[in-house]
């Protein structure tokens, strides 16, 4: 059973023209920032920020849409459990019992859910501009040794994958009459056994293909390594890595500066 499911989408754009040591080093800047926001309507406007930026690498809305659906159950699960857990602040917008829910609260449930989209949506902007090679060779660039960043290359590719490969064994246990939406949940984890049996095999007989593919092809030899392609920063990296900067430090003034609630 071979899947391969790459998120990197190729288009021309000026994101997918970047050094990936400038994105890299901007999407690091960017999550600091989510950070750094703690106003809802701050937070919200980077968001939407995001949002034009991914849509500008010509990826479309379904992308976008497909980062959404993925967050979509932590988002529900912070927005309805913080402000049950921290439920200070006035005013009281529900109280039952020992159960208590205010409006500061449900505001920060919202602030920390667009934070954590905001950071998936930084990694989905870089995977989807970004090719293996180029992550690869970025990283290396850096000063990471070159098998360190193939692992992470390797992660990056075989996660969705395999989130791929377990939907297919699904539809198939599903046409073979498995129905594994009915039950209770005993019975239900019951019967995800003949989903989980599959899916562990094939990942083991992938992990296998790929070990014999890396000594095939002598991989962390000791020889000096030469590539095809060279990373040469240009003037729009420049630029974009300044502006970058320059709005990190901008958000930092005004922030601890003149301590405005942003």
């Given at each position: 059973m071979a899947v391969i499911y790459d998120l990197y989408m190729d288009k021309n754009s000026f994101l997918h023209r970047l050094d990936p040591r400038v994105k890299f080093a901007s999407i690091i800047i960017g999550m600091i920032i989510s950070f750094i926001f703690s106003n809802i309507f701050w937070i919200l406007a980077y968001y939407i920020c995001l949002i034009m930026i991914l849509l500008s690498a010509k990826v479309g809305w379904g992308k976008y849409l497909y980062a959404v659906k993925l967050m979509l159950p932590i988002t529900i699960l912070v927005i309805i459990l913080w402000p049950i857990f921290y439920p200070g602040g006035e005013p009281v917008l529900f109280q039952l019992g020992p159960l208590r829910i205010s409006l500061p609260s449900l505001i920060d449930g919202i602030v920390l859910a667009l934070r954590l989209n905001c950071l998936a949506l930084l990694t989905y902007i870089f995977l989807y501009t970004t090719t293996q090679?180029?992550?690869?060779?970025?990283?290396?660039?850096?000063?990471?040794?070159?098998?360190?960043?193939?692992?992470?290359?390797?992660?990056?590719?075989?996660?969705?994958?395999?989130?791929?490969?377990?939907?297919?064994?699904?539809?198939?246990?599903?046409?073979?009459?498995?129905?594994?939406?009915?039950?209770?949940?005993?019975?239900?984890?019951?019967?995800?056994?003949?989903?989980?049996?599959?899916?562990?095999?094939?990942a083991l007989r992938m992990a296998d293909n790929l070990a014999i593919a890396l000594d095939s092809r002598a991989f962390d030899a000791p020889v000096k390594r030469t590539y095809l392609v060279d990373l040469k920063a240009g003037r729009e990296d420049v630029i974009i890595l300044l502006l970058t900067i320059f709005v990190f430090s901008f958000v930092l003034f005004i922030r601890f500066k003149y301590q405005m609630g942003i």
């Open positions: 090679r180029a992550l690869v060779r970025g990283l290396v660039k850096l000063g990471f040794p070159y098998k360190y960043g193939v692992m992470l290359s390797f992660s990056l590719r075989y996660v969705p994958t395999f989130g791929a490969i377990i939907a297919m064994i699904v539809e198939a246990q599903k046409a073979r009459g498995l129905e594994l939406d009915k039950g209770n949940f005993f019975s239900k984890l019951k019967k995800y056994v003949a989903v989980m049996a599959p899916t562990i095999i094939t």
